[in-house]
């Protein structure tokens, strides 16, 4: 609707203007560690007399003109492995340490062979400089020859990622031309025209954005137009593992700005790739499969410009990073909550866990902690008792606050309630102590309250084996517990023996109709 695009433009207005043309560093200060790192390769340089130059790259370089600290170090070597220079280094430092060789991972965008030691009690990384060659059905290079200064630096994914800092001339080398004023001018672009850069390795896509919401820099015109072009697209959702593109997006929605990032997944038509539906859906219509997408979208781009409005006023703790990663993942597959699919076994699963299990290989506590928050968001209201309170904490365990601010942002974009009526509902959820850890009977952390009469002692006082009727019955308990707070392990037996008929009597009708077919 043109509401929701004019929310989206504002958003975007909004989010780029920290985006200004920043002041970089004249030279990089070097920190007395790094400058005894950097003496130490050097002399072993000029003491073997090797026929290499040593440089240090990428975001190191990018992080000190910034003015920011980097503690990863990767030196790049020409026509030298670095295992080779490595094993110089530790003889020259009298075989004190040990050089670790990692294997070339393409899957983890290790694509050569790299060693790693430590001087000065810090980790560097060393590797030749080289050029690489792709095949077109693979992001993995077929070959990746000893290269020169400039062609490492051109096929590396953005300008601004492609500087070189040069040990013997202690100078910032910008091969590329364009890496210090894209930096100080705040743009994402490829050294190499985008399209041969994302279709060598369409990864890079991901990096752009993430890179891009992480500085909050604007994306260079011709690389927002190479991205969303189909060839790059589907060599996308093709040839990048599942476990590569989750590692991207966990990195931009636990980074400084991951509304940013979700909008320009949305505006680079990388949402559908992302967040891949199963194929097993029973959703045959392609034009029905795109509507999820957009409705999805829609939804997601009316909702993030109010979270972090919604959330001061439900909440007094700022959003944590990690919570918000997963405040944002239940926003963006919202839509997908009541949607099932069969997978090759016949088994229904709900959408919601596919997407974030096998799509973006998020953690099971992430899924468990979504899918929670989705199924159970609805039964937020203005007034409670203790029992149902403590039953929905218990549901919802730390997750509770996010699942009532998802909610307010449900009903607001719905138009069906305003954020008033949802604070109302925390307050009611916090009267009568019922979270406030500092009151005796206090239901804070409820969902770690354990059962004051275990299964052991539920099937010797009720005379019942063990399996799912002791199980109900433990539910039982736990709602007259949290009716009841102040009696003891003594009373509530009691209490589970005089109603000991009508409690078995109803756990076994519950037991039986959830077996029912």
Same mark, same amino acid.
């Given at each position: 609707?043109?509401?929701?695009?004019?929310? #989206?433009?504002?958003?975007?207005?909004?989010?780029?203007?920290?985006?200004?043309?920043?002041? #970089?560093?004249?030279?990089?200060?070097?920190?007395?560690?790094?400058?005894?790192?950097?003496?130490?390769?050097?002399?072993?340089?000029?003491?073997?007399?090797?026929?290499?130059?040593?440089?240090?790259?990428?975001?190191?370089?990018?992080?000190?003109?910034?003015?920011?600290?980097?503690?990863?170090?990767?030196?790049?070597? $020409?026509?030298?492995?670095?295992?080779?220079?490595?094993?110089?280094?530790?003889?020259?430092?009298?075989?004190?340490?040990?050089?670790?060789?990692?294997?070339?991972?393409?899957?983890?965008?290790?694509?050569?062979?790299?060693?790693?030691?430590?001087?000065?009690?810090?980790?560097?990384? #060393?590797?030749?400089?080289?050029?690489?060659?792709?095949?077109?059905?693979?992001?993995?290079?077929?070959?990746?020859?000893?290269?020169?200064?400039?062609?490492?630096?051109?096929?590396?994914?953005?300008?601004?990622?492609?500087?070189?800092?040069?040990?013997?001339?202690?100078?910032?080398?910008?091969?590329?031309?364009?890496?210090?004023?894209? #930096?100080?001018?705040?743009?994402?672009?490829?050294?190499?025209?985008?399209?041969?850069?994302?279709?060598? *390795?369409?990864?890079?896509?991901?990096?752009?954005?993430?890179?891009?919401?992480?500085?909050?820099?604007?994306?260079?015109? *011709?690389?927002? $137009?190479?991205?969303?072009?189909?060839?790059?697209?589907?060599?996308?959702?093709?040839?990048?593992?599942?476990?590569?593109?989750?590692? $991207?997006?966990?990195?931009?929605?636990?980074?400084?700005?991951?509304?940013?990032?979700? @909008?320009?997944?949305?505006?680079?038509?990388?949402?559908?790739?992302?967040?891949?539906?199963? =194929?097993?859906?029973?959703?045959?219509?392609?034009?029905?499969?795109?509507?999820?997408?957009? $409705?999805?979208?829609?939804?997601?781009?009316?909702?993030?410009?109010?979270?972090?409005?919604?959330?001061?006023?439900?909440? *007094?703790?700022?959003?944590?990073?990690?919570?918000?990663?997963?405040?944002?993942?239940?926003?963006?597959?919202?839509?997908?909550?009541?949607?099932?699919?069969?997978?090759?076994?016949?088994?229904?699963?709900?959408?919601?866990?596919?997407?974030?299990? +096998? &799509?973006?290989?998020?953690?099971? &506590?992430?899924?468990?902690?979504?899918?929670?928050? %989705?199924?159970?968001?609805?039964?937020?209201?203005?007034?409670?008792?203790?029992?149902?309170?403590?039953?929905?904490?218990?549901?919802?365990?730390?997750?509770?606050? %996010?699942?009532?601010? %998802?909610?307010?942002?449900? *009903?607001?974009?719905?138009?069906?309630?305003?954020? +008033?009526?949802?604070? =109302?509902?925390?307050?009611?959820?916090?009267? /009568?102590?019922?979270? /406030?850890?500092?009151?005796?009977?206090?239901?804070?952390?409820?969902?770690?309250?354990?059962?004051?009469?275990?299964?052991?002692?539920?099937?010797? %006082?009720?005379?019942?084996?063990?399996?799912?009727?002791?199980?109900?019955?433990?539910?039982?308990?736990?709602?007259? @517990?949290?009716?009841?707070?102040?009696?003891?392990?003594?009373?509530?037996? =009691?209490?589970?023996?005089?109603?000991?008929?009508?409690?078995?009597?109803?756990?076994?009708?519950?037991?039986?109709?959830?077996?029912?077919?």
């Amino acid at each position: 609707t043109q509401s929701t695009w004019g929310m #989206l433009r504002l958003f975007r207005f909004m989010s780029t203007q920290t985006t200004m043309k920043l002041k #970089l560093a004249d030279s990089i200060l070097l920190q007395e560690q790094e400058a005894k790192i950097f003496k130490i390769l050097v002399d072993v340089v000029e003491t073997e007399g090797l026929q290499t130059q040593l440089r240090v790259a990428g975001g190191w370089v990018r992080d000190k003109l910034m003015g920011r600290d980097n503690e990863d170090i990767d030196i790049a070597l $020409e026509n030298m492995r670095g295992k080779d220079f490595a094993e110089r280094v530790n003889a020259f430092l009298g075989n004190k340490g040990t050089v670790a060789v990692i294997q070339a991972n393409p899957e983890q965008s290790k694509h050569l062979e790299t060693a790693r030691m430590k001087i000065e009690n810090v980790w560097i990384d #060393l590797v030749n400089l080289r050029s690489e060659t792709y095949a077109d059905d693979s992001r993995i290079p077929t070959s990746t020859p000893f290269g020169t200064p400039l062609e490492d630096a051109l096929r590396r994914d953005l300008t601004i990622n492609a500087m070189f800092y040069n040990l013997h001339t202690r100078r910032v080398e910008d091969l590329t031309g364009r890496g210090m004023a894209d #930096l100080e001018c705040g743009i994402i672009r490829t050294p190499l025209e985008p399209v041969h850069t994302f279709l060598d *390795d369409p990864l890079r896509v991901l990096r752009s954005v993430r890179f891009a919401s992480r500085f909050r820099f604007e994306l260079d015109a *011709d690389l927002r $137009e190479a991205a969303q072009l189909p060839s790059v697209l589907d060599k996308l959702q093709k040839n990048v593992s599942r476990e590569r593109i989750g590692a $991207e997006l966990e990195g931009m929605l636990t980074g400084p700005a991951p509304e940013l990032a979700c @909008q320009l997944i949305f505006e680079l038509k990388l949402f559908p790739v992302i967040f891949e539906l199963p =194929a097993l859906l029973d959703v045959s219509d392609p034009a029905a499969v795109q509507q999820l997408y957009f $409705e999805a979208q829609n939804f997601a781009s009316r909702t993030l410009p109010m979270i972090s409005d919604v959330w001061s006023r439900l909440s *007094d703790q700022p959003l944590q990073s990690e919570a918000h990663r997963t405040l944002l993942l239940a926003i963006l597959v919202a839509r997908f909550k009541d949607l099932f699919y069969r997978d090759s076994k016949n088994k229904t699963i709900p959408v919601v866990q596919y997407v974030l299990r +096998e &799509s973006v290989k998020c953690k099971m &506590s992430i899924v468990t902690d979504v899918t929670v928050m %989705l199924s159970e968001m609805h039964r937020f209201k203005l007034s409670y008792s203790r029992k149902t309170a403590g039953l929905l904490l218990r549901s919802l365990k730390h997750t509770w606050e %996010l699942a009532l601010c %998802l909610s307010s942002l449900l *009903d607001i974009v719905a138009g069906n309630d305003t954020i +008033e009526h949802h604070a =109302a509902y925390r307050r009611s959820i916090i009267a /009568d102590s019922l979270v /406030d850890p500092s009151d005796v009977g206090s239901m804070a952390n409820v969902w770690n309250m354990r059962h004051i009469v275990d299964g052991s002692r539920v099937c010797e %006082l009720l005379g019942i084996p063990k399996g799912p009727l002791v199980g109900k019955c433990l539910e039982s308990i736990m709602e007259y @517990q949290l009716e009841h707070p102040f009696e003891s392990a003594d009373q509530v037996a =009691a209490w589970l023996v005089f109603n000991a008929e009508s409690i078995v009597a109803s756990a076994r009708a519950s037991v039986s109709n959830k077996h029912k077919p």
